[in-house]
Every structure is written in structure tokens, then in C-alpha cells.
């Protein structure tokens, strides 16, 4: 009887223990957090501000309101280019962008949104996410006091819309053109004069003859600007965005405050709408190019074999020269760079092979 007793009160209190512990777990996140969420994007712009949307409204749902995330589009709490900041001093909790619009905070950075004949979205994910991709993101971000995320992807881009035929290199020189990151550098040393503009200015910008041309995203989004009033052809493919990675940017000190759980909510956020963007994109550019071609008779053109070719040359030339300014960059390009010459030679016996098998 007495070890009967004994062992009673033993389990009793274990049990109690037990419950002590998932008291205090819960008693420290039963703390509620109001962020806001700053954005590169006009509100509810398809695709990209909707993904943001999308994102504050699962990580308020999967915290069942422990975190409430309010979406601000670009201009209504700070300008687009001014998200990043924002973030890393903490005037919002959080941003969604895309990292190339931080080359003036860290060259590194733009490995990270596109590299011209890098990778693709498929490709990208197995980089960041088993790769040693996320990692080098973290390293870099970390002196700005954010943490990053992959949190949305467009799939191969379009090569951008055009008043004039793009028939070779020499076509290129002089060109005011919208592209920004690496494909800008590129452009630059193919002679023609990159410009970065917020998505909102593209439109305008090209209308009054600002600048020569621009490229967006792909047929969804550059049918929601209108871009096809204001140029006549339309080129592809996106060889300056392969699979561009969106992102969400978090400051550290609202990221470092939250309990384990909703860390991992916030995180795991990211993933679902990395992953939902690229699936969204995936359904409905092709009705969009539809439109843009039958409806709105956009002249849908490739860019020639032999412009491809010396724009793939330039950009390896090109980003191994931004990669050499800095002993981090290296690091980022050097693990870029390996994962794709490996990742190049499983797709050409897997998704290549079967994208041409298919044709056949
Ligand atoms: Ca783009």
C-alpha cells in the first residue's frame, strides 16, 4: 500500500510538473504581437502584394491571433525602396520585397532575388533550403538586424517589353532600360543604361518616354500594369530572372522576442507562401499571355540565339567581377555557382530531358 502510495503521488506529481511546465511555456506566448508588415509593392498588387496579404493572414491564422500583421503596400507607411530600413531599425516588424533592390546594403544580397542565367525557382529552393543557401542569407541580413525569409517566387520572367526590335547586341546599346540588379549591371556592359523604379512607376515612366523599356515580371503581372499600351513587343525569355525569389524580412529584435512556436509559424509561414506564389504564377501567366497576344495583339518575340548567348557571356563576366568586390559576396557566389553547375547536370538527365521528351 505504501508504495502503491508512494507511487501515486510520485505520478501526481510528475503530472503536475508536467503541467507547470506547459503553464509557463504557454504563459510566456500568451503574450499578443501587432506587427506591421512593410511592402515593396502597391497594395494588393496581383501575385506579389497579394502574397504579402496572404502571408500576414496565415501567420495571424496559424498563431490563432498571437500575432496580428498588417499589410502596408508601398508608400503608405514608407516608399518601396525604403522597406528594407524600415525593417532593420524597426519602425515594422516586418517587409516583403525582393533582396536585388538592396545592392547599395550589400552586393551579396542580389544572389539572393535573381542571378542573369542562374537559377530556377526549383533550383532555388533546393539552394536555400539544402544547399547552404539560407544560411549565407542569415549571415548576410544579420548585420542589418533582420532575419530573411524565401518567401515567394515568379518563375522564369519575361526578357521585358520593347518599342523596337531586339535583333542583336548592338540593339542594346544606349537603351534606357528598367532591369534592376545583376541583369542591370549586365545591360550596363552590353551599353545600355540600366534604371531600378518601383513596379508603380513602370507604366508612367514608359508612356512618356522616361525610359526606352522595361521588364516587370511575366504576362499576370505586366497585364494588371497595363505595360502593353506603352510598348509593342514583348520579349522572352527572362534570362536576367530565372526563378526570382521574393522575400520576407523580419527585425531581429521582433523575431528574437517571439516564443519558439511562433518562431517557427512565422518561419514556416514563409515556406507555404514561397511555395503558393510560385503556384499561382505557374496557373495564370499563361491566360495572361494569352490576353496580351490575342486580346490586346502584343508582338510576343524571342530574343535571338545569338543575343542569348553573348548576354549569357557578359553575365558570367559580369557577376564574377561583382562577386570578386568583397570577400562575402565570394562566399555566396562560390556556393551559388557550385550548387548550379551540380544542379545542371541532375536537370539535364531529369527536367530538361523530359521538357524536350515532351515535344517530341
Ligand atoms: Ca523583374
Redesign the pocket.
Known sequence: MKRRDFMKKAGAGSLLAGSMVAASAIAGTGQKHKWKMVTTWPKNFPGLGTGANNLAKLITEMSGGRIKVKVYGAKELVPAFEVFDAVSRGTAEMGHGAAYYWKGKSEAAQFFA?VPYGLTAQEMNGWLYHGGGMALWMKIYDRFNLVPAAAGN?GV?MGGWFNKEINSLQDLKGLKMR??GLGGEVLKRAGGTPVNLPGSELYTSLQSGAIDAT???GPYNDLAFGLYKAAKYYYYP?W??PG?TLEAMINKDAFSKLPKDLQSIVMNACKVVNQDMLAEYTARNNAALHTLVNKHKVDLRPFPDDVLAKLRQLSDEVVAEVAAKNKLTKEVYESFRTFRDQVMEWHKVSEQSYMRAREL
Open positions: 535573381a515568379t520572367q532591369i534592376p521588364e516587370w515580371v527572362g536576367h530572372e526570382s
